[in-house]
């Protein structure tokens, strides 16, 4: 079971950092994707700022993939679902201008991104206190 949690927090932490830097360092691109810009003004404070966060998470999640304490472990997934959920129902609110097809997709995509960090967030239960010897140690 360590070995799946390592595995979903690492991918967590890759994804944000792909977006992270993405936004960041090429906002304008980013938010041309038509699921960013949902039809609406271009404000590059605001993709930067959006990519200099993901990239935050993207650090919490990536200690919690090294050290995997347990409490690193569920503050990083819980710190990932307080954002996933409100993104969903943000998304959920304006499909208006997208293809059915797409539409569909992100929301599909969406709601992996809070099952799977939740799911991972329910293994943690399943493992003791601390989840690798170096937490023992302390």
């Known amino acids: 079971?360590?070995?799946?949690?390592?595995?979903?927090?690492?991918?967590?932490a890759a994804t944000q950092l792909v977006?992270?830097?993405w936004a960041l360092f090429l906002p304008a691109r980013f938010f041309a994707l038509e699921v960013v810009g949902m039809g609406m003004a271009y404000n590059d404070?605001?993709?930067r700022d959006y990519g200099a966060m993901t990239l935050a998470?993207?650090?919490?999640?990536?200690?919690?993939?090294?050290?995997?304490?347990?409490?690193?472990?569920?503050?990083?997934?819980v710190m990932y679902v307080t954002w996933t959920v409100p993104h969903f129902f943000v998304h959920l609110t304006m499909l208006d201008h997208l293809a059915p097809?797409?539409?569909t997709l992100l929301m599909v995509a969406?709601?992996?991104a809070i099952a799977l960090p939740a799911g991972l967030l329910?293994?943690?239960?399943?493992?003791p206190r601390t989840l690798d010897d170096s937490s023992a140690r302390r």
């Open 45 to 47: 404070h605001l993709m």
């Open 122 to 127: 329910a293994l943690t239960e399943r493992e």
């Open 19 to 21: 977006v992270g830097v």
């Open 101 to 103: 097809s797409t539409a």
């Open 57 to 77: 998470s993207a650090v919490v999640l990536g200690a919690a993939t090294i050290h995997m304490g347990q409490w690193m472990t569920r503050t990083a997934l």
């Open 1 to 12: 079971m360590r070995r799946w949690l390592r595995v979903g927090l690492g991918f967590l």
């Open 110 to 112: 969406l709601g992996v």
